[in-house]
C-alpha cells in the first residue's frame, strides 16, 4: 500500500512555544490529506481537511488560528501548534487519499507532549 | 453530521473463538464503512471495508455485514488469535472523503 510519513514522531515542548509536524505521502500524490488528534485511550477526531493549494476545512470546535494547516505540495502538509499547552498534548496522526483507490492511508503518528 | 456508535468499548474472547464488534450510524447518505485495526501507539491499519452497494465482505478470518436499512454495520473475526488483540475502530462517511469514526473497542484474545 502507499506510505505516509510522519515528523517528527515525538516531541517535547514547552508551553508557549509552537510545534510544527510534517506529513508527507511517500510514493503518490495525495491531493486531500486529513489531520487527526487521538486522546489516549479514545478515537481518533477529526480536526481538519487539507486538500493541496488552498485553505483547509476545519470541524466545528477546532481553532484555525491555533492548529495552522498548509499544504503547499501534493506530497507535503504541515500542522502547526501555535502557543502550545499542556491540554495541547495528545497523539495527532495524518492521512492521505490515495487519488486512485480512495483509500484513506495513515502516518505513523507524532507525540506531542506540552511541559 | 455523521455520528458513528460502537459496542462494545472491550471485548475478551478465548482463542479460537469469533469476535464481533457491531456499529451503527445516523447518516443515510454515508457510503463507506472501513474498519481499522490499532496497536498500541502505532498508525490505524485498515484491515477491511465494505461500501453501501454491498451486503458482505469477507476476507479470510475477517467479514463485515451491512444492513442499510438498519443502519448498522458489523466486524466479525473468526478462529481469533493473540495477534488479533489491538483496538478496532469502525468508520463512515463518503468514499474517498473524510470519515467519523466510532469510539473504539478493545479486544483482548487470551491464549
Known amino acids: 500500500g502507499a506510505v505516509v510519513s510522519q515528523h517528527p514522531s515525538w516531541v517535547i515542548c514547552k508551553s508557549g512555544t509552537s510545534v510544527k509536524i510534517e506529513c508527507r505521502s511517500l510514493?503518490?500524490?495525495?491531493?486531500?490529506m486529513f489531520w487527526y488528534r487521538q486522546f489516549p485511550k479514545q478515537s481518533l477526531m477529526l480536526m481538519a481537511t487539507?486538500?493541496?493549494?488552498?485553505?483547509?476545512?476545519?470541524e466545528q470546535g477546532v481553532e484555525k488560528d491555533k492548529f495552522l494547516i498548509n499544504h503547499a505540495s501534493l506530497t507535503l502538509s504541515t500542522l502547526t501548534v501555535t502557543s502550545a499547552h499542556p491540554e495541547d498534548s495528545s497523539f495527532y496522526i495524518c492521512?492521505?487519499?490515495?487519488?486512485?483507490?480512495?483509500?484513506?492511508?495513515f502516518g505513523p503518528g507524532t507525540r506531542l507532549t506540552v511541559l | 453530521g455523521e455520528n458513528v456508535e460502537q459496542h462494545p468499548s472491550t471485548l475478551s474472547v478465548q482463542e479460537g473463538d469469533s469476535a464481533v464488534i457491531k456499529c451503527t450510524y445516523s447518516d443515510s447518505a454515508s457510503n463507506y464503512f472501513p474498519w481499522y485495526k490499532q496497536e498500541l501507539g502505532k498508525r490505524p491499519q485498515l484491515i477491511i471495508d465494505?461500501?453501501?452497494?454491498?451486503g458482505e465482505k469477507k476476507d479470510q478470518r475477517i467479514a463485515v455485514t451491512l444492513n442499510k436499512t438498519a443502519k448498522h454495520f458489523s466486524l466479525h473475526i473468526t478462529e481469533t488469535q493473540p495477534e488479533d488483540s489491538a483496538v478496532y475502530f469502525c468508520a463512515g462517511g463518503d468514499y474517498g472523503q473524510n470519515f467519523v469514526f466510532g469510539p473504539g473497542t478493545r479486544l483482548s484474545v487470551l491464549p
Open positions: 492521512s492521505a487519499s490515495s487519488p486512485t483507490s480512495n483509500e484513506q492511508f
Open positions: 465494505i461500501r453501501s452497494n454491498v
Open positions: 510514493d503518490f500524490q495525495a491531493t486531500t
Open positions: 487539507s486538500n493541496e493549494g488552498s485553505k483547509a476545512t476545519y
